[in-house]
């Protein structure tokens, strides 16, 4: 196999990031997923975070070098993550299940698998602009194919954050699962979360792709989409694939021709630690401050 | 989140030097214990124990409900000692006094001087509608003498409210719970999110936290105000931002207070915080102007309108 990858998340105007975004490869299949942990929930990045994990360690198990079905494996997959998420909230004791959006993507032979549950979308770009995209599981993409609102309607319609379909939670969630698409040479996928779709336009997305390499497309996107967010604007990630390119500046080039049989590669961030930790000597002398405070002030 | 199951400390717990008494209060950061000292002076004790992240276990010991939340817990520590070392600094009659800060159970304790007397709201219940107009311009003239030391050492109270102002027996006001002043460092931890009092808090505080300034708490001085003329809280912020309702204190009690003190609440209480009085020293000093004495007789439709108030709320 040979593709270019790339993948980014920012935290948007944000005070967090909840999105978490990994890929990872072997020899002959490639996984790629984005999960969008939700707002309104608390731990929507501990769920996020749980269903890359997840996604990541079953493909791992099972692509030797390659899946015997990507089909199953993505609907398994995804439903093992939704149960993780349900375990580590009961070991955990957390008050609320958090929940997360899901799509993942398995290339392996030429062609293409996806899945996805919520509204992170897959979108797949060949030669001639759109080929497909994921139709959300939300209140309003379901308004748009009644022929109630336009596709623009959607991005600023009150009820747009409203989903039906999610991972973690008392309800199973549905997964839907793509047929598999033929993939040609230059064709991209592009993976990516609401903060970056709400603010972009599918011709938008097609011409950047075109005109740029596979990486400067990608942050170019995500500038655009950071700016027209403005300060409270969403968290915004997003991988993307060229399938059959090589030597792009920025992104990654893959060929995998040479890995040995059973070994992965793989990028996923980490939970990122919280970053004002207070460590055990500066408890210590927070409180000698305030004491002699208090004795300074008290005239003791 | 709502609150794990958090207990108090027992009653005649020793901790330290302190024997605690019972516990008197507490919100979803902290619980607050009377106790006493070695000797045998009552101090309040203000336990960090944020109810979301942390749970009490074996021995009194604080223990985090998850890894994720004793990093939570720990920088919620330090909004605690933010608030320790700000009012360590203020040695002032009206503003609650710091008297010892230490470690214990794996967590935190902040020792002040306990007040004899009763809150303002607790003077409101027992006057509805009735408080005084002297009253007013004397507790709070006083008060603000004690947010002005506040402000001058770059700390915002940030939930001023009637609860939180506590009468001492010999009627001077002093400011209590500065849980709140840690709002302004809470802003990259959503374990911890802020907390408002609906009515007091000023519109800022629910749309832009980079615009609080010491307006904001003008603003709950205002709400107080107003609470003390009605005997109840105006109309949430939030609430007014969509649609305000708020009947103005110079169209409601215009004949039982002055038409100064009336202005100045309702200046207080602009959604626009650039309208409000720009700082403590303007609003204090308009509010220790004498006022000219009320001659007029109450008017029946203004006491229909006082019942009408009443009997809603």
Redesign the interface.
């Known amino acids: 196999m040979r593709f270019s990858i790339y993948q980014a998340s920012r935290q948007g105007g944000r005070?967090?990031n909840q999105d978490r975004v990994a890929y990872s490869y072997s020899r002959d299949a490639l996984l790629m997923v984005v999960a969008d942990g939700m707002g309104g929930h608390?731990?929507g990045e501990?769920a996020a975070q749980i269903t890359v994990q997840t996604l990541a360690a079953t493909f791992q198990r099972h692509a030797r070098p390659k899946l015997s079905d990507p089909a199953t494996f993505l609907h398994g997959a995804l439903e093992r993550a939704h149960l993780a998420i349900n375990d580590h909230a009961r070991t955990?004791?957390?008050?609320?299940i958090p929940h997360t959006t899901c799509v993942a993507c398995v290339l392996q032979d030429d062609s293409a698998w996806w899945a996805h549950v919520g509204d992170s979308r897959l979108y797949l770009y060949g030669d001639n602009g759109l080929v497909t995209r994921t139709r959300d599981h939300s209140t309003v993409q379901q308004l748009c194919d009644d022929g109630f609102i336009t596709q623009e309607e959607m991005k600023n319609h009150p009820d747009r954050n409203k989903i039906y379909n999610c991972l973690g939670g008392l309800m199973s969630p549905e997964v839907e699962v793509s047929r598999p698409i033929p993939l040609s040479e230059h064709d991209t996928i592009l993976l990516c979360t609401d903060g970056l779709w709400g603010a972009l336009t599918e011709e938008q997305i097609a011409a950047t792709l075109r005109a740029f390499p596979l990486a400067r497309a990608i942050e170019f996107l995500m500038d655009h989409a950071e700016l027209r967010a403005g300060h409270a604007g969403d968290n915004l990630s997003a991988v993307a694939m060229t399938w059959g390119t090589m030597g792009e500046a920025g992104s990654q080039s893959v060929s995998t021709l040479t890995m040995p049989i059973n070994t992965f590669t793989t990028k996923m961030d980490d939970?990122p630690?919280?970053?004002?930790?207070?460590a055990e000597e500066e408890?210590e002398r927070?409180?000698a401050?305030?004491?002699d405070?208090?004795k300074k002030?008290?005239g003791k | 989140m709502a609150a794990q199951p958090n207990y108090a400390l027992p009653n005649g717990y020793l901790l330290m030097d302190y024997r605690i008494v019972r516990k008197i209060g507490g919100g979803g950061f902290s619980l607050v214990y009377l106790a006493y000292d070695s000797n045998d002076q009552p101090v309040a004790i203000k336990e960090y124990l944020p109810g979301s992240l942390v749970k009490r276990g074996e021995n009194d010991q604080v223990e985090p409900l998850t890894q994720e939340n004793a990093n939570a817990f720990r920088y919620g520590m330090k909004c605690f000692f933010e608030e320790g070392r700000s009012l360590a600094r203020i040695l002032h009659p009206n503003v609650v006094r710091v008297e010892n800060f230490f470690r214990a159970n794996d967590t935190v304790y902040m020792v002040m001087r306990y007040e004899r007397g009763k809150t303002l709201q607790d003077h409101i219940r027992a006057h509805r509608g009735e408080v005084r107009e002297g009253f007013i311009r004397r507790v709070f003239a006083e008060l603000l003498n004690g947010l002005r030391e506040v402000h001058t050492q770059k700390l915002l109270h940030l939930d001023i409210k009637p609860s939180n102002i506590y009468i001492r027996m010999d009627g001077s006001p002093v400011l209590i719970d500065f849980g709140a002043a840690r709002q302004t460092l809470t802003l990259d931890q959503p374990l911890l999110a802020p907390m408002y009092t609906p009515g007091f808090a000023a519109p800022e505080q629910y749309t832009d936290q980079t615009m609080l300034g010491p307006w904001t708490d003008i603003y709950s001085v205002g709400a107080s105000l107003y609470s003390c003329l009605a005997g109840f809280a105006p109309q949430a912020a939030d609430a007014r931002l969509i649609s305000d309702k708020l009947a103005s204190a110079r169209s409601t009690w215009s004949s039982e207070y002055s038409e100064s003190l009336l202005g100045i609440v309702d200046s207080c209480l602009h959604l626009n915080y650039m309208e409000r009085p720009q700082s403590v020293f303007a609003l204090q000093k308009a509010l220790m102007e004498t006022p000219p004495p009320l001659s007029k007789k109450r008017k029946i439709m203004a006491s229909l309108r006082k019942t009408l108030n009443r009997e809603i709320f």
């Open positions: 005070d967090y608390s731990h501990l955990h004791n957390l008050n609320e939970l630690a919280i970053p004002t930790d207070l408890v927070a409180i401050e305030i004491q405070a208090i002030y008290s």
